[in-house]
Structure formats: structure tokens, C-alpha cells
């Protein structure tokens, strides 16, 4: 069975930062792209970005690049997600997910959506 398991949301204020991760199980992760996603109430989900675990490669979309920062741990089979600066508007649930890297570009992955797997999705709060 495949699981991804997100974890470090919460509440943080203003100008603050969380780093968020994603572990993953029953999947080959070096085989595998993880993205992160979010929606806020009312909102359509948008992706923010995503990594390649064969090879490194990352990608961003525009509204996050140079605040937000993707990484992962392939010995751990887990992915971060650094966010600095929050503001309110980063207020939603954030989503980790996997697709396979092969096929698969990380541009297409993030701003489509279309993964195979799944987390649960954690809240992330930004109060003022």
C-alpha cells in the first residue's frame, strides 16, 4: 500500500517559516516525482512545486520561487518543503503527492495535478 504522511504544519505567524515533510512508503521513491500542492477555503488547489527523486531536478511555479524551497532525503524516502516569509495568504491544506518520474514532467506534474498518490494534507495557518 501506498502512503505519503505529511507532517510540521500548525499555526505561525507573519514572516514566519515551517518546513513541512512528506514520508513515503510503498513505492520506489528514487523512481518516483513528489510534488506539493495546496488549496485554501474557496480556492482552487495549486501546485507549488516538485522533485525528481531519479535525478534532483526540481521545479517551481512562479508565485513561489525564491520563498519556498523543495528537497529531499532519498535515504529517508522523505521530502521537505521549506517556507519562509508566510503570509496569509499561504493559509490552506497542503498536499504532498507522487507520480512516476519517468513520463512525467515536473512542470506538467505541478501546475496539472496529476499524481497517482496522495497524502491526507496538513494545515498550515498563518495568523496576523
Known amino acids: 500500500e501506498v502512503q505519503l504522511v505529511e507532517s510540521g504544519g500548525g499555526l505561525v505567524q507573519v514572516g514566519g517559516s515551517l518546513r513541512l515533510s512528506c514520508v513515503v512508503s510503498?513505492?520506489?521513491?528514487?523512481?518516483?516525482?513528489i510534488g506539493w500542492l495546496r488549496q485554501a477555503p474557496g480556492k482552487e488547489r495549486e501546485g507549488i512545486s516538485a522533485i525528481n527523486n531519479s535525478d534532483g531536478t526540481t521545479y517551481y511555479a512562479e508565485p513561489w520561487k525564491g520563498r519556498f524551497t523543495i528537497s529531499s532525503d532519498n535515504a529517508k524516502n522523505t521530502v521537505f518543503l521549506q517556507m519562509n516569509n508566510l503570509q496569509p495568504e499561504d493559509t490552506a491544506v497542503y498536499y504532498c503527492a507522487a507520480a512516476p518520474a519517468l513520463g512525467y514532467g515536473l512542470g506538467y506534474l505541478t501546475l496539472l495535478g496529476e499524481y497517482h498518490y496522495w497524502g491526507q494534507g496538513i494545515q498550515v495557518t498563518v495568523s496576523s
Open positions: 510503498g513505492l520506489t521513491f528514487d523512481d518516483h516525482s
